[in-house]
């Protein structure tokens, strides 16, 4: 636990870090339930340790949009519908595109080709890893490289606010949208496998084509959250 001064500061503040990252974990894990509620002391005692970090973790996770606060029971997860996940959409939309013209017209030609070349690489080797996931249905897998790769991917930009912004956007996206895929009971077929594909676009300096990428997998995936939302189950998916 944290002490006094200097360290204990800074050890609160880490520990703060840790409880909000396992929460958030808890959450797209689909261990935590979209409008689940629990209180301060109930997550303390779970992780044992005290109030304060808890609630500063709380309330992070709150300004980031997974969790809301509840007068009555301290906090619950976030309820989002297919109307939000359609504005999630809109907004992460805006901002690949105007990113992936950047890239293409100087974001990347700002670095020397060999520095370029093992950028976008590395960010393809990320892809890969949640390409793989996404074809055998791994949602769990999926997810933590899916964030990475756009996290890296936005990096490249050299904009630490807009790859902050996506991220959380990202996030959102995916605490809206796990409830209702784990419902399906294989999901090999219903994920979007697409991301080396728009790596090698922007490698060849083709916005237009990343962009018209990132629009169909848009547009799939949001008619399938429509379609799970709309029904009872998940046949005919």
Sequence with gaps: MPGTGGNGAVTRSTLRQQIADALRDEVLA???QPGQAFTVKEIADQYGVSATPVREA???LSAQGLLEADQHRGFRV?????DD???????????????????VAGGLRQLDDQRAVA????????GEEAQRAATAGELNILIGY?????????????????????????VQSWVCTVQHLRRVADLRGHLWAGHTELVDALARRDADTA????????????ALIEHLTADDGPSGV
């Design 30 to 32: 689909g261990r935590l």
């Design 146 to 170: 899916d964030l990475r790769f756009w996290r890296e991917l936005s990096g490249l930009f050299g904009n630490p606010y807009l790859a902050d912004f996506l991220h959380r956007l990202r």
């Design 58 to 60: 709380l309330v992070d």
């Design 119 to 126: 950028a976008l690489a590395a960010v393809r080797r990320r």
């Design 85 to 103: 996940y359609r504005d999630m959409i809109e907004a992460r939309s805006l901002v690949t595109e105007g990113m992936f013209r950047s890239l």
């Design 78 to 82: 976030q309820e989002y519908s297919a």
């Design 211 to 222: 962009q018209a990428i990132v629009a169909a997998y848009n547009a799939y995936s949001l």
